[in-house]
């Protein structure tokens, strides 16, 4: 079988946080929907935005897709569509892992907006599309896809933001149990499982009863810290001395983490390693938050959160949210950001976030400030962040910067207070 993990129009609704990296490499609850799918049987390919091309292959192992029937795509098994919106529950695993097996025929149509969630092609049906036909290959696909008789399935999946940390808070618990048996750890206390080279401070405080916390290889939690399960930290991550991580925490690699954290998900070689609080939020990578920052995950009158996404305001039904940060954005000493904010990739902030902050952006508004941050900047600030972590920036890498640049003009342009 081949599964083909697509990215569909709706993937810009996922701003900031699928924008430097495929929906499919979206971290939710320790997992990412490329966990999942490269377990399946058969082979796997991914079709993703241009610019991210060279990304997914260097850094998540999968190639691009075929132009044209042949080779891989035409496996005898037939071939398994998957949004790479979808979510990486171990419910979703299970459902993947059906229709993977399964030799029907059908489609999972999301039923909110109606786009295709996951279609499950049989080999001769696939064959019937080599006609030479200059139709790309994927709107082909869809389109049979689209014809199919509907699946006895569900599949939760990421529409906006605020999506994955619903999504988050609710499987973080079950995931947990996944790592587990999947893992090779060892129990060092009652709920409490380490990797290789893990050190834990003295005076730490564990927390098991709502779920297990994890810890992989060579991570490294100071002397007073209070970790409350369930949480998971990557390989290489330092959890600093005084730290409290709480009610579902999920670390990516490479992590540094301070002060207060709650119901969050931190993608690899972000540090937060100072006092300040973090709730119900989503931070992207090689971001640095400055000492004191904090943000609201509640508002004062204690009701549901709405959440302005570019023009249109989206009722979260969520009472606790926090913000959602892209990769590369900066925090200057005692920032404070309000409930429910957005912001966007490669911006820096300094005093009172009380707006949605567009990409590539200097963000002092407390200060009457607010000024475009070129391109070339924050390339040369990623060749300094890399080096630190004894990273080699590619050129890939460079031109992710530029490319994240022009692609993301349209919320510059949106606010005239940007200089």
């Not at 929907?33 to 079709?47: A, C, E, F, I, Q």
């Not at 305001?313 to 200057?332: E, H, N, P, R, W």
Request: charged residues 20%; proline residues 5%; aromatic residues 8%.
């Amino acid at each position: 079988m081949h599964t083909l993990c697509f990215e569909d129009d709706r993937v810009d609704q996922l701003r900031p946080v699928a924008v430097a990296r495929p929906a499919y490499a979206i971290t939710c609850a320790s997992f990412r929907l490329v966990d999942w799918l490269k377990r399946l049987p058969g082979t796997l390919s991914g079709r993703v935005r241009p610019y991210l091309r060279d990304v997914q292959t260097l850094d998540y192992g999968l190639q691009a897709m075929p132009a044209k029937i042949g080779g891989e795509i035409s496996d005898a098994d037939g071939v398994l569509l998957v949004n790479a919106r979808v979510a990486p529950t171990v419910d979703n695993e299970a459902t993947l892992q059906r229709l993977a097996k399964s030799d029907r025929p059908g489609v999972l149509i999301d039923p909110e907006d109606g786009s295709l969630l996951a279609a499950r092609l049989a080999a001769a049906d696939v064959a019937s599309l080599n006609d030479g036909s200059s139709e790309p290959l994927l709107g082909r696909m869809l389109s049979l896809a689209m014809g199919l008789a509907p699946m006895d399935e569900k599949l939760a999946v990421f529409r906006w933001p605020h999506d994955i940390i619903a999504c988050h808070m609710k499987s973080m618990p079950e995931s947990m149990n996944r790592r587990l048996e999947w893992g090779n750890y060892t129990e060092t206390a009652d709920g409490v499982f380490a990797g290789e080279g893990v050190q834990i401070g003295q005076y730490a405080v564990v927390d098991t009863s709502a779920g297990p916390i994890i810890l992989e290889n060579n991570v490294k939690v100071g002397p007073f810290c209070m970790l409350s399960g369930p949480v998971h930290a990557g390989a290489g991550t330092r959890v600093i001395e005084h730290a409290a991580l709480k009610d579902g925490v999920s670390l990516g690699h490479t992590v540094k983490i301070g002060g207060e954290v709650e119901a969050s998900v931190i993608e690899p070689y972000t540090n937060k390693q100072h006092h300040g609080f973090l709730g119900h939020s989503y931070l992207g990578s090689w971001i640095n938050l400055g000492a004191g920052t904090c943000n609201s995950d509640l508002k004062n009158t204690y009701g549901k959160i709405n959440i302005t996404y570019g023009d249109r305001k989206v009722a979260t039904g969520m009472q606790f949210l926090g913000c959602f940060i892209g990769d590369y954005s900066k925090t200057a000493i005692n920032t404070s950001i309000f409930t429910g904010k957005v912001i966007g990739v490669c911006s820096m902030m300094y005093g009172f976030v009380t707006s949605n902050v567009p990409s590539y952006v200097n963000y002092a508004r407390l200060f009457g400030q607010t000024s475009l941050l070129p391109a070339d900047v924050m390339i040369n600030t990623q060749k300094r962040m890399f080096a630190r972590r004894k990273v080699e920036q590619r050129e890939c890498d460079k031109q992710l910067i530029r490319d994240m640049y022009d692609m993301t003009a349209d919320e510059r342009s949106a606010d005239p207070d940007i200089l």
